[in-house]
C-alpha cells in the first residue's frame, strides 16, 4: 500500500511564505514524477509544478519566479517552496506521485490536500 502524506499548508498574508512537504511510503519501487496540484474553491485542478527523477522541472506560468520545486530521492519526499505569495494562491494543494509498486503497475497517487490560505 502506497500513501503520500502531505505538511505545511496554513494561513499567511500577502507577500508571506510557505513550504510544503509530501512523503511518500510503502512497498515503492520506484517513483517517476512528482508534483504539486492545488483546486480552488469553484475551479478545476491544475498543476503547480512538476520535478521529474532526473531533476527536470515545470511551472505554471502563474507560479513561476515564485515558487520552487524540490525533492529529495532518498526520503521519497517533494518540496514546494512558496514565496510571494497572493491571495490568488489560496486553494488546496494535493501532492501527486506516479510511481511503481510492489504488484502494481506504474499508477498516479495523490495525497490528501493541505490547505494555503493567502490573507491580503
Known amino acids: 500500500q502506497v500513501q503520500l502524506v502531505e505538511s505545511g499548508g496554513g494561513l499567511v498574508q500577502d507577500g508571506g511564505s510557505l513550504r510544503l512537504s509530501c512523503a511518500a511510503s510503502g512497498t515503492i519501487l520506484r517513483i517517476n514524477t512528482m508534483g504539486w496540484y492545488r483546486q480552488a474553491p469553484g475551479k478545476q485542478r491544475e498543476l503547480v509544478a512538476a520535478i521529474t527523477s532526473g531533476g527536470s522541472t515545470n511551472y505554471a506560468d502563474s507560479v513561476k519566479g515564485r515558487f520552487t520545486i524540490s525533492r529529495d530521492n532518498a526520503k521519497s519526499t517533494v518540496y514546494l517552496q512558496m514565496n510571494s505569495l497572493k491571495p490568488e494562491d489560496t486553494a488546496v494543494y494535493y501532492c501527486?506521485?506516479?510511481?511503481?509498486?510492489?504488484?502494481?503497475?506504474?499508477?498516479?497517487?495523490w495525497g490528501q490536500g493541505t490547505q494555503v490560505t493567502v490573507s491580503s
Open positions: 501527486n506521485a506516479n510511481l511503481i509498486a510492489r504488484w502494481i503497475a506504474t499508477s498516479d497517487y
